[in-house]
């Protein structure tokens, strides 16, 4: 009996043992050496650019035991970014700017016509006399209309304004039918009275156009920002753009209406004035 407990021991030991190896050696294969010299890359963080336009890509380059800066004499450094499709999109060697100390690299605005993210990788090599060791940095560029990053405030925010817009939009329109057109005449189209509210009515009218521009803009934000299709968001842009063209037609065309009711009045208070009102003026 005491055989059987002495040996149950030793089995227990034995397997607490061997599971106490397995975890050492778990361990020691998951150890991770740093490298003791490399290239610290740093460069003009930009995480949002606005579609077709030119990036300007500058880096500056620094040994990572020492901290002394690197140039161009002993050290190259290339740009290599993909599509938002994961098609290739350029790989560039970087040139070195004397008067800045810097790598720079200047990217065409052909490089970002499709909205959507650009992964990158910027790699740096040292070669000095057979004394070789690098480094490399990597992120992600994200190319949309406004250059903007849709964070959950932004959004927030931008659903505010959108629901702020559209209830202005219907106030403003159920203003308008309150105010008067015309002048007060009676029931026979004789003038009572000369009615400057509808100066007032006329400047809603273009206040309800500039809202209704808003209202465009920030739907195609939105629409870029939480749709994955591009259509209506290119819809809504388009549509801004059309009604952003018209405007400077539709200023000067407002404008010479509201002179054109002035000097009208003008000339109905001066007959009234005088006595000669008729009717249907």
Not at 79 to 91: M, S, T, V, W, Y
Not at 135 to 164: D, H, K, Q, W
Not at 209 to 232: K, P, Q
Request: net charge negative.
């Amino acid at each position: 009996m005491k055989n059987l407990k002495v040996t149950k021991k030793l089995m227990l030991v034995l397997t607490l043992g061997i599971i106490f190896i397995n975890l050492v050696g778990a361990a020691q294969l998951t150890e991770i050496q740093g490298f003791p010299e490399g290239i610290d890359i740093i460069l003009n963080q930009q995480n949002n650019l606005i579609i077709n336009s030119d990036y300007h890509l500058r880096v500056h380059t620094y040994n990572h035991s020492t901290g002394a800066k690197i140039d161009n004499t002993s050290t190259y450094c290339a740009l290599h970014f993909n599509k938002p499709n994961g098609a290739e999109g350029l790989f560039n060697n970087m040139t070195y700017n004397l008067s800045t100390q810097e790598f720079y690299l200047y990217i065409d605005n052909e490089n970002f016509t499709t909205n959507g993210l650009y992964p990158w990788i910027i790699e740096c090599q040292f070669d000095n006399g057979g004394k070789k060791f690098g480094g490399f940095l990597e992120g992600l560029l994200e190319i949309n209309p406004s250059g903007l990053e849709f964070t959950s405030a932004r959004s927030i925010l931008y659903i505010g304004l959108f629901a702020v817009l559209i209830f202005t939009f219907f106030i403003t329109f159920f203003g308008i039918g309150l105010l008067p057109s015309s002048n007060t005449s009676d029931e026979e189209g004789n003038l009572l009275s000369i009615s400057y509210l509808k100066y007032f009515r006329t400047v809603l009218w273009f206040v309800e156009w500039m809202i209704l521009l808003a209202i465009f803009f920030v739907s195609s934000n939105l629409a870029f920002a939480f749709l994955g299709e591009e259509m209506f968001a290119q819809l809504f842009l388009m549509m801004f753009k059309v009604c952003f063209g018209l405007t400077p037609i539709i200023v000067i065309v407002w404008i010479m209406w509201i002179i054109a009711q002035i000097i009208q009045d003008k000339r109905i208070r001066n007959l009234w004035e005088r006595g000669m009102m008729g009717e249907d003026i």
